[in-house]
């Protein structure tokens, strides 16, 4: 297992012994994700960080990893400050990562952009979206929330909530804790529910699966419920959207009757699916897992640099 | 007096003792903000700049500050590139800066932004300014330059020109500046005087002040003149304005018979409030004004992050 | 001859022994560029980026050289963010790279705003571009390219390909290379032509000039084929600029017969003159040329700020 030089390009490449070596990095990075401990490992790297779609939380979190490290970063939050205007291709533009950095994280709105980038790019690439494509580091952060917070993966119930049809969060989180071994539970509308293929895959994997259109039922036999924004633009009636998100829409109610270590995860941003009322519960992991994207892309920047074996 | 932890909200939330204390760590910081001494002590550290409105003075300030002490920045000057556009809200958006470093420099268009992310930030928040509201560390830069220029605050005179009535920065900077002992005097045309109720509550605090609408008697009469812009905006009339603009003009001739240390402010930007004829006067102070926004900021941002007492 | 201070504005105000330093010092910076060696020469130096046009090569081979020296920067890659559209001059806001850091890299639309920044600001300003005026680091990039890949500049044969009218680039670097002794081949079509008084400037220079519009032949004789953009507004006819376009590309077809050490140049972005067919071939200099920005602009930087004599 070695992780120098290496693409993160999806989360489909990494066996479960891989995922486990970047989780268990990423926990000795806590200390210094949090300022307890100061590192200098990443000292003298520099990091491109080429967002051509706006992407606040992924792009912070990892400028603030490559900086906890002790390193610096380059790059643009907006294409329009790029050289894309003047007809300039990605391939081109990913040569400028290679040259002025020692690594590139990339966030595109096309499918496959991260794998195009990786092919062009001599140095590592770390893919933080492309389209509907791969989202890696969310999912690795995903599951090093539910590790640190349920204590392992392996067992557990998760509950994936909202649109499950077109979110690519749950496309990968899925496969991962499956993987892993944990139990699922498909939450959602008839309209927007887990692609049958996907379904079908899973449970060649051997994962147990279990689907429901009843949130308050699922939540009543989960340890973390994953919950994802439903977008307006899936439904042609305005009337059904406004049902549908009255109906999968976290709040106390809800949660008056749940497990009380129940926790209730979300990719960020959200929207109305989650009540700020949930905010003050101890139910409310979602600040604190987008804060674990720190230490999670700390690892992998520390992995793919070749400053931890 | 501790600083540990504390947010930087209003001018008012400061007595004058811990503004002095302000003012004199900031004196300390001096050589290293011009660069004769070398500082890592805030090494390790990461500053959050999420810039909801331009403000480049402001922001590139900060920055510096955090670069002159070994810190890092992370953050955004466009909310074009944030999540706002999906919808997210500011409290969920200060739960990034929470996440992802170890203090918060807002800017943001909405009067009450900054004491609402200081609510839900547990890490210290610096307002860098919220809309019609307060911008506090803007009034300490201002005692500062003042202190330093003329060696005391206590006992000089300071004629504040200009848009008095909807200027904020002159209404925190003239309750500081009755706090610290200087005497006022207030140089507006009649449309745009200095609101009753700050007068009245100035007056109420022993301040002694006097209002006139003749630049020229006050111009001879202050040890120091603080300019701020007159907005056409606020001439129904644009010849009234243009009139009114002429009057209240910092130029050559207008300092002829000027103090001969009297001392030219303004927090910048400028149009044609000054003229650039008063640049190269041992008057203008401005541009040196601008600088000693780094040493203020430096000092406001090791005193929040406990590296100095 | 000192550096330490001193303004980029032009190429022209550089000796060819001056020019000689900086590359000289580039080669030292080379192995830092490259991250095989670890430098802090500019520890605590924060450099000023301000970008009034999108220019992503320049700006982040600039940002990546103060990096790889230890420094920080500070600035904006577009001037929507800035005070400029509150009114304020270029003059203005000049002084803030000089409150704010100790060096300014500047990118304008205006030809002459370099020169302008430099006459207000005390600090050294590098002009990065300014409209149709000069360019002058590109220039060094370029020298430092064709002396690292054909060992020497004096004696070689350097084909400037494509819009040698219109184009900034290929002026400077033509003054430049006829200075080193290289010998000059225009390859254009007759609506682009080198203008007259630059040929006649040159000629006077003692230069060794050929002119021609034919491409295939250019190439055969030439040791470097340094190839710039073909505008399309240019033309007024569409299908004049196709013609055109097509006969002033670099293909595989027209290598097939080029010297074998031949290297293909370009200052990037390219868009159709360079077929990515090229990209492959031991020809292909401008991913490197491109990376060679970095420590080129690593030597200026640490000459001005006086950390290398």
Redesign the interface.
């Known amino acids: 297992m070695n992780f120098r030089g290496r693409d993160v390009v999806s989360i489909r490449e990494f066996s479960r012994q891989e995922i486990e070596r970047v989780l268990h990095v990423a926990r000795d990075m806590l200390p210094v994700a949090e300022?307890r401990k100061?590192?200098n490992m990443l000292?003298?790297?520099?990091l491109?960080t080429f967002?051509y779609e706006?992407?606040?939380?992924t792009r912070?979190?990892f400028?603030?990893a490559i900086?906890?490290l002790?390193g610096?970063y380059?790059?643009?939050?907006?294409p329009?400050?790029?050289?894309m205007?003047?007809?300039?291709?990605l391939?081109?533009?990913v040569?400028?990562a290679?040259?002025?950095?020692?690594a590139m994280v990339l966030r595109h709105p096309h499918e496959g952009a991260a794998r195009l980038a990786a092919e062009f790019c001599s140095k590592p690439v770390i893919n933080a979206g492309d389209g509907a494509g791969q989202h890696p580091t969310q999912t690795m952060l995903d599951l090093f929330t539910i590790k640190e917070e349920l204590g392992s993966i392996d067992g557990k119930t998760v509950a994936m909530v909202g649109d499950l049809k077109y979110g690519r969060t749950v496309h990968s989180l899925s496969y991962a804790l499956a993987m892993f071994g944990a139990e699922l539970i498909f939450v959602s509308p008839r309209e927007l529910q887990m692609p049958k293929d996907i379904v079908e895959s899973l449970s060649e994997q051997g994962a147990k699966l279990k689907s429901t259109t009843r949130l308050d039922e699922a939540v009543k036999e989960a340890d973390a419920v994953y919950v994802t924004r439903i977008q307006k633009e899936r439904f042609p009636d305005p009337n059904e959207y406004q049902k549908v998100a009255g109906i999968y829409q976290i709040n106390a109610a809800l949660l008056k009757d749940a497990p009380e270590d129940l926790i209730v995860m979300h990719p960020?941003?959200?929207?109305t699916e989650i009540s700020?009322e949930v905010d003050p519960t101890k139910h409310a992991l979602y600040?604190?897992q987008?804060?674990y994207?720190?230490p999670v892309r700390m690892a992998l920047l520390a992995l793919v640099l070749g400053e931890v074996e």
Do not use: H, N
């Open positions: 300022r100061r590192s000292d003298g790297y520099v491109s967002f706006p992407s606040t939380r912070l979190s400028q603030s900086c906890r002790g610096r380059i790059g643009f939050a907006d329009a400050v790029t050289s205007k003047k007809g300039e291709t391939a081109d533009t040569k400028m290679e040259a002025y950095s020692d960020l941003p959200r929207v700020p600040f604190k987008a804060f994207g720190v």
